[in-house]
């Protein structure tokens, strides 16, 4: 083809040259003109022979394009067969399977079953688990795509000849669980309701600081966690209730820094969280640098050994729990400070602090004594209970140098739930000092040493959680066998006993005034006011849900029967009065809101005399006041019986028939407004049955008793207040 074209194109330039002297002698113009044309057939060829060129030359193009896909993708698969015979490598030294069911042996290794496919229903896989010489195996769900109703994946203990030793447990996502080596089952079912994708199970020797330090778990509210990682899971993905207060201590002996790790959590937001506190062992007390963790994924990182952790809920809205895990970084070859950690799970103990607590290789070091306690919820109204400090004894002894520093004893609680409630964000801290002892008053005159006597309920907590820390800061202190003890204790509210009057003729009532009650609460109180024919009560402060708590009072005779109606108290009607030296005093609280307690005062009542058909009454020392009139026994017929109500600055008078047996065709009570002359005024409003009320305005009334000549029935007791100007109540 080359030589085709060399060849036409010197013929061309021959044929060209051959015209131009054709031209120039302009002879034999009839050759010249064939020559012409040949000339552009010529022409016409080459193009055509330069178009089939390009189109070798793309072909050529695409087929080295093709070759060199090949030469990358055969790169590729060589890359990935490198890959597989290290995998296959790594598989010699950590036991792996992906089958259903087998047996491994070794110190680590790997379940993956159907990582990235679907699971049969009614499947049923068992694994045996061998770790030569391992007191402790760790398994760590690291995926799983199981359904959370119905497929599980359980793990126990097995004894030499492969029966079970310990209830299995079974395992939940990003979890840790451990049991008794050398030996375990792994096993994997699924129900037939329903399906998803497989998981990955990674088991290790673990060694007793691990395995202590992981196993906090789901049912314990607080605790002690000792080691370099570890993990807390409270109420993961259910429900906890409110308010609670977990402690947990956290303490990596030979770490220079702990790492925290929010991995899951459906907290409340702004109220409901976990936060991180370190302390200052050169002070023995909390640092005010709080941090809060409260979404997924938040870290927060402390340059100490040692972290207080508090799961804090409110009184409100509930959520569902959190998962959290930690891990220690840096080293510490000589730590300085030795801590002695406790959490108290019983409801009652004695903590002292004493010498015996020592080990001989750790006389040289400084101590910090660390001990909390919880405020789990468990369904039960923590608010039901009252917790707090009794001290037995203390000895504090000053440093062994020129300083007026002293042994110390400094308690903590968390802040309670109606302080937190007023931030519309997380507050930065969320632990308050309650008490600290020697305080710097006791220590102005810098003795040797200071003794605090017997204090009974030295501190009382509100959410019945506390933390304290002793800081024994003289070498002495335990040579001389100096100690500090107190007992915790959780005991009863007083919520209800039998109460008489203070002094003279009235008492007081207080109920968590400034706190925070419980939902279902209830509690009664016995009110006994000796030679008293009324008690009068009034509502003085209260915090109560609007829509359902209250307090009510009813009259009670000698043996405890009720004598009359319940009377409810609340801002709307705080005040009331019941007949008689004794009254039931009753508080409740329903399931959903709750609020703050109350205060109520109560006082000997003017005599009535239930007989008296009319009279001027001046309600000046209550905003209420109450007319009876034969409750308990018949009245005559054609009765007419008048009552004038002075109350000077009542805009208006509210009634309420609080009790009635009238004749229901014909008797009733009406009620107006009147002059100071007691001559009825505007609109009258008949009462007839007992809860109707009225409103009419004041400062005067009129109330007026009528029966019929045709019967009769039993007589009335009808209460009247004073209410906020402008407010109506229509006769009901």
Same mark, same amino acid.
């Given at each position: 083809m080359k030589l085709k074209i060399i060849f036409m194109f010197f013929h061309t330039l021959l044929v060209v040259s051959s015209a131009g002297k054709v031209k120039e002698g302009d002879s034999h113009s009839n050759s010249a003109s064939e020559d012409l044309s040949e000339l552009q057939h010529t022409v016409s060829i080459l193009e055509d022979s330069v178009g089939h060129i390009n189109e070798t030359v793309q072909e050529q193009q695409k087929l080295l394009r093709t070759i060199s896909d090949s030469i990358a993708s055969f790169r590729g698969e060589l890359s990935n067969v490198g890959t597989r015979l290290t995998q296959l490598e790594n598989m010699q030294s950590t036991p792996s399977t992906s089958h259903c069911g087998g047996r491994l042996m070794g110190e680590s290794g790997v379940i993956s079953y159907k990582e990235f496919e679907m699971y049969a229903v009614k499947e049923s896989c068992t694994w045996i688990i061998e770790v030569p010489e391992a007191h402790k195996i760790g398994f760590k769900l690291e995926k799983s795509g199981l359904g959370r109703c119905c497929s599980i994946v359980n793990v126990t203990s097995l004894d030499t000849d492969g029966l079970v030793q310990q209830t299995s447990a079974k395992i939940k996502l990003y979890h840790t669980v451990f049991v008794d080596g050398p030996n375990a089952m792994v096993r994997f079912e699924s129900d037939r309701s329903r399906i998803g994708l497989g998981f990955r199970l990674s088991y290790y020797k673990a060694t007793d600081l691990n395995s202590s330090a992981e196993s906090i778990t789901e049912?314990?509210?607080?605790?002690?966690?000792?080691?370099?990682?570890?993990?807390?899971?409270?109420?993961?993905?259910?429900?906890?209730?409110?308010?609670?207060?977990?402690?947990?201590?956290?303490?990596?002996?030979?770490s220079t820094s702990i790492t925290f790790h929010l991995r899951q959590a459906g907290f409340e937001k702004y109220y409901d969280f976990v936060s991180v506190t370190t302390i200052d062992p050169e002070t023995g007390t909390l640092r005010n640098d709080t941090r809060l963790l409260s979404k997924h994924n938040e870290t927060v990182t402390i340059q100490e050994s040692t972290a207080v952790v508090l799961f804090s809920s409110d009184g409100i809205v509930s959520g569902t729990g959190f998962f959290l895990t930690f891990s220690a970084n840096g080293v510490i070859t000589n730590p300085k400070y030795v801590y002695k950690l406790r959490h108290i799970g019983e409801p009652n103990a004695t903590i002292q602090y004493s010498a015996s607590d020592r080990n001989d290789d750790e006389l040289t070091k400084q101590h910090i004594y660390v001990t909390a306690t919880s405020a789990r919820g468990d369904g039960v109204p923590s608010k039901k209970f009252i917790s707090g400090i009794d001290l037995n004894e203390g000895i504090f002894l000053r440093a062994n140098d020129s300083s007026c520093v002293y042994d110390s004893l400094t308690f903590y609680e968390p802040i309670p739930p109606a302080v937190l409630q007023h931030h519309d964000r997380i507050p930065s801290h969320n632990w308050q000092k309650k008490a600290q002892i020697p305080s710097k008053n006791d220590t102005l005159l810098c003795p040797e040493k200071f003794s605090v006597p017997k204090q009974m309920a030295?501190?009382?907590?509100?959410?019945?959680?506390?933390?304290?820390?002793?800081?024994?800061?003289?070498?002495?202190? $335990?040579? &001389? *066998?100096?100690?500090?003890?107190?007992?915790?204790?959780?005991?009863? #509210?007083?919520? +209800?006993?039998?109460?008489?009057?203070?002094?003279?003729?009235?008492?007081?009532?207080?109920?968590?005034?400034?706190?925070?009650?419980?939902?279902?609460?209830?509690?009664?109180?016995?009110?006994?006011?000796?030679?008293?024919?009324?008690?009068?009560?009034?509502?003085?402060?209260?915090?109560?849900?609007?829509?359902?708590?209250?307090?009510?009072?009813?009259?009670?005779?000698?043996?405890?029967?009720?004598?009359?109606?319940?009377?409810?108290?609340?801002?709307?009607?705080?005040?009331?009065?019941?007949?008689?030296?004794?009254?039931?005093?009753? $508080?409740? &609280? *329903?399931?959903?809101?709750?609020?703050?307690?109350?205060?109520?005062? #109560?006082?000997? +009542?003017?005599?009535?005399?239930?007989?008296?058909?009319?009279?001027?009454?001046?309600?000046?020392?209550?905003?209420f006041g109450v007319i009876i009139y034969k409750p308990n026994e018949n009245y005559e017929r054609n009765e007419n019986c008048h009552w004038i109500i002075e109350a000077p600055g009542w805009e208006r008078i509210g009634f309420t028939l609080e009790q009635s047996g009238f004749q229901p065709c014909c008797d009733f009570v009406t009620v107006s407004s009147a002059t100071a002359s007691g001559i009825a005024t505007g609109q009258r409003f008949k009462l007839k049955y007992s809860k109707r009320n009225a409103s009419v305005k004041g400062p005067n009334a009129l109330v007026r008793f009528t029966s019929h000549w045709s019967g009769t029935g039993t007589g009335f007791r009808l209460r009247y207040e004073k209410l906020p100007a402008l407010e109506h109540h229509d006769a009901q």
């Open positions: 049912s314990e509210c607080g605790g002690v966690i000792v080691g370099e990682t570890g993990a807390i899971s409270y109420k993961y993905e259910e429900s906890y209730f409110n308010p609670e207060r977990c402690v947990w201590l956290v303490h990596s002996p030979t030295l501190l009382e907590f509100d959410v019945h959680s506390f933390l304290a820390i002793y800081k024994p800061i003289s070498k002495d202190t $335990f040579e &001389s *066998n100096a100690v500090v003890s107190f007992d915790y204790y959780n005991k009863p #509210y007083k919520c +209800g006993e039998i109460v008489q009057p203070l002094e003279g003729e009235f008492g007081i009532i207080s109920y968590k005034e400034n706190e925070i009650y419980a939902d279902l609460e209830e509690c009664s109180w016995i009110i006994e006011v000796t030679n008293a024919t009324q008690i009068d009560f009034n509502l003085e402060q209260n915090g109560f849900q609007d829509c359902c708590d209250y307090v009510q009072v009813v009259s009670l005779d000698m043996e405890d029967e009720y004598q009359g109606p319940w009377l409810r108290l609340r801002a709307g009607s705080p005040t009331a009065s019941v007949i008689g030296s004794r009254a039931h005093v009753n $508080f409740k &609280s *329903n399931e959903y809101n709750v609020g703050t307690g109350f205060r109520l005062r #109560y006082e000997k +009542g003017k005599p009535l005399d239930e007989n008296i058909c009319g009279e001027v009454l001046n309600p000046m020392l209550n905003d």
